[in-house]
Nanobody, 118 residues
Framework: QVQLVESGGGLVQPGGSLRLSCVASGSIFVIGDMGWYHQAPGKVRNMVATITKTGITNYADSVKGRFTISRDNAKNTVYLEMNSLKPEDTAVYYC????????????WGQGTQVTVSS
């Protein structure tokens, strides 16, 4: 099993910045792609950004140019740098890891709340 623990959420004013971190532990050798998803109240969970083990990234259109995903494989950590935050970015942000040996297997963190409000 893989455990994912997020940190770094909080309350920020519009235009501000936050950096989320997600540390993986357990059977880390199975981890392939990692990513961040968010879910606002009453809405489905959507992809924010993903990154492969070799650093290839993919972003939702709504965050391109504002958010940056990165990972440190030596520290088993993935980051999400969020700049120019907007009220519509308010959501619970979840870390995700894909099992590279099982295409249908995903791991999730417990989530961290990000609130963008003045």
């Amino acid at each position: 099993q893989v455990q994912l623990v997020e940190s770094g959420g909080g309350l920020v004013q519009p235009g501000g910045s936050l950096r989320l971190s997600c540390v993986a532990s357990g059977s880390i050798f199975v981890i392939g792609d990692m990513g961040w998803y968010h879910q606002a109240p009453g809405k489905v969970r959507n992809m924010v950004a993903t990154i492969t083990k070799t650093g290839i990234t993919n972003y939702a259109d709504s965050v391109k140019g504002r958010f940056t995903i990165s990972r440190d494989n030596a520290k088993n950590t993935v980051y999400l740098e969020m700049n120019s935050l907007k009220p519509e970015d308010t959501a619970v942000y979840y870390c995700n890891a894909r099992d590279r040996f099982r295409a249908d297997k995903y791991y999730w963190g417990q989530g961290t709340q990000v609130t963008v409000s003045s």
